[in-house]
């Protein structure tokens, strides 16, 4: 691992945001380490999810603190979907702007846990869609990529932010 603490929150726009995500091939100590710290700057950022493309990494691993839910995942892949739904959503590397996403609303994945274990998990709401967005951003895809048909991706009045992945 490259980075040292306090790791950096990166905003587009950036190359690291838009590439292909290395697979996560190593889980050691390290690897846990930067999952803690990425979980502690996801909440200090007032997150959903942080992918570590966010912070100047191009590993397929992302973290989820969202209503009770705290996971990480390494090596997402989407094994099946179920319905679509539009939302609105943003995300802490394109600040103060939003727009209307268009998502799965129910997915199943499979991806490893930070201790290198596979897990088949079925995600569906919103939590569903952080997954989602978190997955994308490990194959540098932005949520702005993704808009409903006829959406935009515009400035958010400051006192209806809400929170970002
Ligand atoms: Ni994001």
């Not at 980075?3 to 590439?19: E, F, K």
């Not at 702007?97 to 268009?102: E, M, S």
């Amino acid at each position: 691992m490259k980075t040292r603490p306090p790791l950096q929150l990166v905003t587009d726009p950036a190359a690291v945001l838009h590439h292909h995500s290395e697979p996560v091939k190593v889980f050691d100590g390290d690897l846990r380490r930067l999952v803690d710290e990425m979980f502690e700057r996801c909440v200090e950022w007032h997150g959903v999810g942080l992918a570590a493309p966010q912070v100047g990494l191009n590993l397929q691993l992302a973290v989820v603190v969202y209503e009770g839910h705290r996971f990480a995942i390494a090596n997402p892949r989407r094994l099946s979907e179920a319905g679509e739904v539009d939302a609105q959503e943003g995300c802490l590397s394109l600040p103060g702007k939003a727009g209307l996403v268009r998502r799965f609303e129910a997915v199943r994945v499979r991806y490893r846990n930070l201790h290198g274990k596979g897990v088949v998990r079925d995600f569906d709401g919103w939590l569903a869609r952080i997954v989602q967005h978190e997955s994308d951003h490990l194959q540098g895809t932005l949520c702005s990529q993704r808009l409903a048909p006829g959406a935009t991706f515009d400035p958010v009045p400051e006192d209806e932010e809400e929170e970002d992945e």
